[in-house]
């Protein structure tokens, strides 16, 4: 990846190629580098270095889908490309080490991370809501890079096959293990009749803020870089798997989520009876993908398990409740009839 670039030498680029001046600070990031930018124009922005090994096609996809978003929906708390100085999106550099990278700038938005506050049924209503937005606005996009190859990608989830070789031996891999099959078996097939487009596909609590004062809207989904096109209903799958409740039901605080998704996008009964095993396969996606990561990058343990424990934890009660039972009560929240 070349050796890290300083803070100093962000303020640089930020002058060079944006006309801004500005102190710059380092974010946490799985891939890319990022900094955050106190600009002495009294905005605040975010200056990001995509990772040298990322295929310039997806990073021109993740560009225009945020320029397309915003061009639908201009009031989507999303971030804003900061064109440079000749107008465009943004550019390959190379950097001092050699290393070539793509350099963009984009809008900071302010509010508290998700995994920060308290929940409540309002909060993930509005959330829910949100992300329809969001996939309303996507829903005519087009890139040919939308197709690109993602290991979070629930879709082609056999993928995590030979990370599970890595795992360590054990009953939680051997329940991963089995999910697997299954999935390929019995889930995977029937993804082909739904409606795909292009999704952000990681909603997850580190990537929503929340307004800091009504602790209740969505101020701002950040970090598509796990955009993908895919069936629509894994947009909802991965976000649900990061709403689970401690109760009986888990599914209980995920169905606000939900049913503030389909006031505003509705979902189709196909999809609402597959949604119960893709948000278990993403589940079962996260402890292996992060486990896996974990092993092999310990220095960024801490970062990357960070969702791991808490995935384990709803995959094993999320199984308990059983497919009749979880498809019949998510049919109910979209107010539709009958059983599944």
Known sequence: MGSAT????????LWQHYGLRG???????????NFHIHGDDGQQYVLKLTHPAEARGVTDFQTRALLHAASRDPALP???VIPRLDGEPYAAITLADGTQRVLRLFSYLG??????ITRSAAQRRDLGQTLARLDLALSDFEHPSADHALLWDIQHSERLQPLLAELPPGPQTDTLAAFVAHFRREIQPALAGLRRQVIHNDLNPYNVLVDAQDQVTTSGLIDFGDMVQAPLVCELAVACSYQLSGNA?????AAELIAGYHA????????????YELILTRLCMTVTITGWRA???????TYILRNNGLSWDGLQRLQAVGREQAQVFLLQVCGMKGQA
């Not at 509010?111 to 920060?116: E, I, R, S, V, Y």
């Not at 039901?249 to 605080?253: A, G, K, T, V, Y």
């Not at 092993?295 to 343990?301: Q, V």
């Open 6 to 13: 300083t803070p100093e030498a962000a303020s640089l680029l």
């Open 23 to 33: 102190n710059a600070s380092p974010l946490n990031s799985e891939r890319d580098q």
């Open 78 to 80: 999303i971030p804003r």
């Open 111 to 116: 509010g508290q991370p998700l995994h920060q």
């Open 249 to 253: 039901n888990p599914l209980d605080s």
């Open 264 to 275: 505003l996008y509705p979902l189709r009964r196909e999809e609402v009876e597959l949604l």
């Open 295 to 301: 092993s092999r990058y310990p220095e960024n343990k």
